[in-house]
């Protein structure tokens, strides 16, 4: 028996099989079962066409055998089996599909598909195995054939002996060596978590003698071992199933099994797509954070599965960012996939199908925002920092697909509420949306800043995420109304009673620019207040940098030198002006003590660092004495 040559450019591509395009050795199981089923589903897609072939499903299967004794692997079939010219055909020429070319002249109208392609998958087996031995008989044939080769020096076909038609694909697994461990794909309880992993839902018996302990008949505390042939695939996915038959508790069953999370999702989403793509999906909205969710360790996606098969664990091209906390599954027949199929080829129906995706969390996040307002609060708690982040990270690009769902706490409804409910609110006459900054609602309850806006009877948003002031920046208006801090330079207030009359600024003006030059370097301006009523004073920013952007800027890992123009207000009714006026007209160096008292006092009230902390409270020590 003469053996034969793979082709020069079979060789390469063989070479490339072994060592390079599969990143995990397990995947060959994935294929090798792959392409079984596609075996099987050539005989359903015969009896379509030929009255004369009945396909009871019951008579078709995939069966594992290990034997540690002989470190061999089976995976036996049911399916079509192969002819001897196919044998070559198929396995002789690398990358020559045999289902592929089946599929181009079979296509079903049923809504089955033909996931494997013989030829490439199948030398996956050559990571594992020293020896592929293929015994097969074909469908209608009466002589089996036996397909042999140690990889890369050729292979032999001969005839075989085999009573049923399928096909039998065996393995020489094999030695270990001190780098790699073989003897785990000899393993029950691994060859298990393989198939549960990527070939679950083949739509056919995956079978496995299985080893389990029992009582010895007629004993009490002796036991056994004995082997039972059991199905270890679901072989029906639940996403296939319609929605009217599954419960919540098949939803959260499938959420645990797939260790999606340890908590109890809020929310799931069926989808069963067919119009430009088809595909189906489940997804699911967690209640809390993973550990480490935050942090760079951890990898968005969903999980990709071909008609059934798993191609990716997180196929992180189906979630915007901002999304990255939602888990699940997509199942699409519509995928290209790369040689291996092990990654994807960035096609025209991922995107729709991520385009899709991204309208479904939102629409249920809507939802869940109008008729679960418990629900959404418990996720937003969790989540909302993401979603705020999606806005800035993306230049405002998102904001559209993301403002209705932000929520912020507010000074007239103590909780949180959304912009829509915000605006709703607003008396007529008032022309911006208010916010202010700060690390804690108690903190920016006491900022001197709000007592005008308050007073007027706005509401406040108050923003106490270090992200939520560039993600407001970002959205620059809602509704037609745009965002004004609070302690921004002009506020939109026409407050008569409060506003400094031209005489007194006229008089005041050469108190404030000597109080300039006192902090130069140090505040743009300082000026009487029209925002102050009980407080003496109080910075506020000029310009799109805010001061409250500025702590935050500075105190990233890498802090950027960055300052915003502060200006120092003054409370012109209030008795500390008196002393300053006082101090101006004889004691230049008790004007320089106070306002350097009222600038660090300032700039406490705002939560920034004291420049020089021990002149500072020299300076107190000053005024007590």
């Given amino acids: 028996m003469a053996k034969k040559e793979f082709k020069a450019e079979s060789k390469r591509l063989l070479e490339m099989m072994i060592n390079s395009i599969y990143t995990q050795r397990e995947i060959f199981l994935r294929e090798l079962i792959s392409n079984s089923s596609d075996a099987i589903d050539k005989i359903y897609y015969k009896a379509l066409a030929d009255d004369s072939l009945v396909f009871n499903k019951e ?10 004794d002989s470190r061999t692997l089976t995976i036996s079939d049911t399916g079509i089996g192969m002819t001897q010219e196919e044998l070559e055909n198929n396995l002789g020429i690398i990358a020559n599909s045999g289902s592929f070319a089946f599929k181009k002249d079979n296509e079903a109208k049923d809504g089955h598909n033909i996931i494997g392609q013989f030829g490439v998958g199948f030398y996956s087996a050559f990571m594992v195995a020293d020896q592929v031995t293929v015994i097969s008989k074909a469908l209608g044939s009466e002589q089996a054939f036996k397909w042999e080769s140690q990889g890369t020096d050729g292979y032999t076909i001969e005839p075989a002996e085999k009573d049923a038609v399928g096909t039998d694909i065996i393995l020489q697994i094999k030695p270990n060596t001190e780098e790699d461990n073989y003897d785990e794909f000899l393993e029950e309880y691994r060859l298990k978590s393989i198939i549960k992993k990527y070939s679950d839902f083949i739509r056919f018996p995956i079978k496995m003698d299985i080893s389990r302990s029992q009582l010895k008949e007629g004993s009490e505390n002796e036991y056994e071992s004995v082997v039972e042939e059991q199905t270890v695939n679901s072989m029906v996915p639940i996403w296939r199933k319609n929605k009217n038959e599954l419960t919540e508790e098949d939803y959260n069953n499938f959420y645990n099994e797939k260790r999606y999370g340890f908590d109890k999702p809020l929310k799931h989403i069926h989808i069963s797509a067919d119009g430009a793509v088809v595909y189906n999906a489940i997804l699911f909205i967690p209640e809390s954070t993973p550990f480490d969710y935050y942090t760079k ?82 996720f937003y708690k969790s989540f909302g920092r993401q979603l705020k982040f999606g806005v800035y990270n993306d230049y405002g690009m998102e904001k559209d697909t993301l403002q209705d769902l932000l929520m912020f706490y507010s000074s007239k409804e103590k909780k949180q509420v959304t912009l829509a409910e915000y605006v709703e609110r607003m008396p007529e006459e008032q022309k911006f949306i208010y916010y202010a900054s700060g690390d804690s609602i108690e903190r920016i309850e006491k900022l001197p800043q709000t007592e005008l806006v308050l007073d007027k009877g706005y509401e406040i948003l ?164």
């Fill in 59 to 68: 008579d078709y299967f995939i069966k594992l055998s290990a034997d540690k």
């Fill in 297 to 378: 360790e951890y990898e968005k996606g969903l999980e990709l599965y071909s008609n059934g098969v798993l191609i990716m664990n997180k196929c992180g091209d189906l979630l915007p960012d901002y999304f990255s906390f939602v888990k699940g599954m997509v199942d699409s027949e519509d995928l290209s996939l790369n040689i291996s199929r092990e990654l994807l080829q960035h096609d025209r129906q991922l995107t729709l199908i991520a385009k899709n995706i991204k309208s479904k969390i939102k629409s249920q996040l809507l939802s869940m925002l109008k008729d679960e307002r418990e629900k959404y609060e418990t």
């Fill in 462 to 625: 108050y923003l106490t995420d270090d992200i939520d002031e560039f993600a407001i920046k970002m959205i620059m208006s809602y509704k037609e109304k745009e965002f004004k801090s609070v302690s921004s330079g002009d506020l939109g207030i026409d407050d008569a009673d409060n506003k400094p009359s031209e005489e007194e600024e006229n008089e005041n003006k050469g108190l404030f620019e000597e109080m300039q030059g006192i902090l130069s370097g140090k505040v743009k301006a300082v000026k009487a207040s029209k925002r102050l009523k009980s407080h003496p004073v109080c910075l506020s920013a000029e310009g799109e940098l805010s001061i409250e952007m500025e702590k935050v800027l500075k105190a990233m890992p890498n802090g950027q030198e960055v300052q915003a123009d502060k200006v120092l207000e003054i409370n012109i009714n209030h008795d500390v002006f008196k002393s300053l006026k006082a101090a101006a007209e004889g004691d230049k160096e008790k004007l320089s003590l106070y306002t350097n008292l009222l600038y660090n006092q300032a700039l406490l009230i705002e939560g920034l660092q004291v420049g020089d902390p021990v002149q500072f409270t020299n300076d107190i020590c000053k005024i007590m004495v």
